[in-house]
C-alpha cells in the first residue's frame, strides 16, 4: 500500500497555519543570532537514517512476544512499510538487510520495489549469532573466535555470502556483530579468541569489494554473561586497524555500560577516521533497544554535537553510516520508528545550532559557566519547527504520527495483512 502525495498535501493544510506561526517565530529567532536557516532545514532534508529489516516486526524478549496485528510477512512488505515511514518522514531513505532473516528470493523483484519506494539499500548484516537449519557446525560456542577451525571458515564463508548478497542489491557495506565470547571465567583463552577474530575478519575484509567498508559492532555483554571478544570500541578499533583502511568502529548506542561517556568515544573515532556506522536506540540498563530520545535525550543531543563537530572538522572520517536498531515491544513499530527519526531530528538539529565560534573562544578562555551555557542554548531551543519544515520541503508529512493515525494506515495494513501475519527476526 502507499500513500498518496495528495493525503500528505491535504492532511498538512489543516496544520500549516499553525506550523507557519511556529516557524516563523524560531526562524527570526535563529537569523537575529546570525544562523542561516535555509542551510539547517537543507541539512535535515539531507539527513537519511537506515532501517532495519527486523525492526518493522514487533520485538520480544526471552520471556515473550506479543505479536502486532498487520505485521509485514515478507521482505517485499518490510520494504512497503519503509516506504511509507519515508513517505510520511522523508528521513528513512534505506533499509539494512539482516541475513539470513532476510534473504531475497527475488533479487531483481526487491531491488524494484526499493526502487519504487524510494529505498536504497545500506550496510548488510551477518548472522553467526544464531544457528541456521542446516548448518554444518553450531555457533554455541562462538563463529569467528571459535577453536575449531571449521566453525570460524564456516562463519567466514556466510559473511561471504552477505557480502555477495549485498553487493547484487547495491549494498556498499557489512555489519559484523558477534555474539562471540564466555559465559564463564576459564572458558576461553582470551588471546587465543581475539586472535581467532581478527585473523577471521581479515578473511572476511580480502574478500570486501574496493569500494565497501568493514563495520565492526562491539557490545560489552549478551548473550554471553562473562566476556565478549569484541567488547568495547578499543577492540573493535585495534581489529579495523589490524584489517586496514575499509575496516571501521560501530557504534551502536546501546552497547555500552552504564554512563559511559558516548561522546567522547564518537570525537576520539572521527579523530583517528574510524567512525564507520552509527546505530540509534536509547538504553536505561543495557542493550535495551527502546525508542531513540525516551530516555536520555541531552546525552543524544552531546552525541550529536561530536557528530556535527567531526562531519565539519575531521574530513579524515567517512560521513557515517546511520541506522535505527530498536525493538518494538508494546508500540505499534511504524510510530515507534517515527518517533525515533523524530527524536533524531531533533538531536541533529539542536546540535547544528550550537555556536562553535563561541564555544571555542569560551573553552580557549577557560569558561566553563559560558561553555555550558552554550550548549544548553542549543540544548533549549525547541526545534521541532525546523524538523517540521524540512519535512514539508521534502514532500513529508507536517505531523508525521497524526498523519498515520488520521489515513488509519495501521488498519488498512490488517486489512491487507490481516490480523495474525508474523515479521521475520529477533
Ligand atoms: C546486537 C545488535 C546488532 C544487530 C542487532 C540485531 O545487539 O545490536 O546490531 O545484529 O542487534
Ligand atoms: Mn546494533
Ligand atoms: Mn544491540
Redesign the pocket.
Known amino acids: 500500500m502507499k500513500i498518496s502525495k495528495d493525503q500528505i498535501y491535504n492532511t498538512n493544510q489543516k496544520k500549516i497555519t499553525q506550523h507557519h506561526a511556529r516557524f516563523d517565530f524560531l526562524a527570526n529567532e535563529l537569523d537575529a543570532s546570525g544562523l542561516q536557516v535555509n542551510e539547517l532545514v537543507d541539512k535535515l532534508v539531507a539527513f537519511q537514517v537506515a532501517i ?1 529489516s ?1 525492526a518493522l516486526g514487533a520485538g520480544g524478549t526471552r520471556f515473550g512476544r506479543f505479536s502486532y496485528q498487520g505485521e509485514p510477512s515478507s521482505l517485499e512488505q518490510k520494504i512497503e512499510d519503509i516506504g511509507l515511514l519515508h513517505q510520511l518522514t522523508q528521513t528513512a531513505g534505506a533499509v539494512s538487510l ?1 541475513i539470513p532473516w532476510d534473504i531475497p528470493e527475488d533479487t531483481l523483484a526487491i531491488k524494484e520495489k526499493a526502487l519504487e519506494n524510494r529505498i536504497v539499500f545500506d550496510a548488510v ?1 551477518s ?1 553467526t ?1 544464531q544457528d541456521q537449519k542446516n548448518q554444518a557446525f553450531s555457533y554455541k560456542f562462538g563463529s569467528l573466535c571459535n577453536t575449531n577451525k571449521a566453525v570460524r571458515e564456516q562463519a567466514i564463508a556466510h559473511n561471504k555470502e552477505v557480502i555477495k548478497i549485498g553487493n547484487d542489491l547495491g549494498s556498499k557495506s557489512l ?1 559484523v ?1 558477534l ?1 562471540d565470547g564466555a559465559n564463564f571465567p576459564g572458558q576461553n583463552n582470551f588471546q587465543t579468541a581475539l586472535s581467532h577474530t581478527e585473523d577471521s575478519l581479515k578473511e572476511i575484509y580480502k574478500y570486501l569489494p574496493e569500494d565497501w567498508k568493514l563495520f565492526i ?1 562491539y ?1 560489552p555483554y ?1 548473550p554471553n554473561f562473562y566476556s565478549t571478544v569484541i567488547q568495547d570500541w578499543g577492540t573493535s578499533f585495534m581489529l579495523a586497524n589490524a584489517c586496514g583502511p575499509k575496516a571501521y568502529t ?1 557504534v ?1 548506542l ?2 555500552h555500560l552504564p554512563n559511559t561517556n558516548i561522546e567522547q568515544i564518537v570525537a576520539t573515532l572521527m579523530l583517528k577516521g574510524k567512525l564507520g556506522g552509527f ?1 540509534f536506540n536509547d538504553s536505561k540498563y543495557g ?1 535495551d ?1 527502546v525508542t531513540v530520545g525516551s530516555i536520555k535525550p541531552y546525552s543524544l543531543f552531546l552525541i550529536f554535537n561530536e557528530l556535527v563537530y567531526g562531519i565539519e572538522n575531521n574530513k579524515q572520517n567517512p560521513y557515517p553510516a546511520w541506522m535505527i ?1 530498536a525493538s518494538h515491544n508494546t508500540k505499534d513499530p511504524l510510530e515507534d520508528l517515527m518517533q525515533s527519526l523524530e527524536a533524531i531530528q531533533i538531536a541533529y538539529a539542536k546540535a547544528l545550532l550550537v555556536d562553535q565560534t563561541k564555544l571555542k573562544a569560551a573553552q580557549q578562555e577557560h569558561d566553563v559557566v559560558a561553555c555550558q551555557e552554550i550548549l544548553h542554548a542549543a540544548y533549549n531551543t525547541d526545534v521541532r519547527p525546523l524538523v517540521a519544515q524540512a519535512r514539508i520541503n521534502a514532500g513529508g508529512a507536517v505531523t508525521p504520527i497524526e498523519t498515520y493515525r488520521n489515513l488509519q494506515i495501521r488498519q488498512s495494513l490488517i486489512d491487507i495483512r490481516g490480523k495474525n501475519s508474523v515479521a521475520s ?2
Open positions: 532495519p527486523w539482516h548484516n548472522n549469532f555489519t556483530w555474539a559492532e557490545k549478551e560501530l551502536d546501546g552497547h546505530h542493550d533497544d536498531d527476526g529477533l
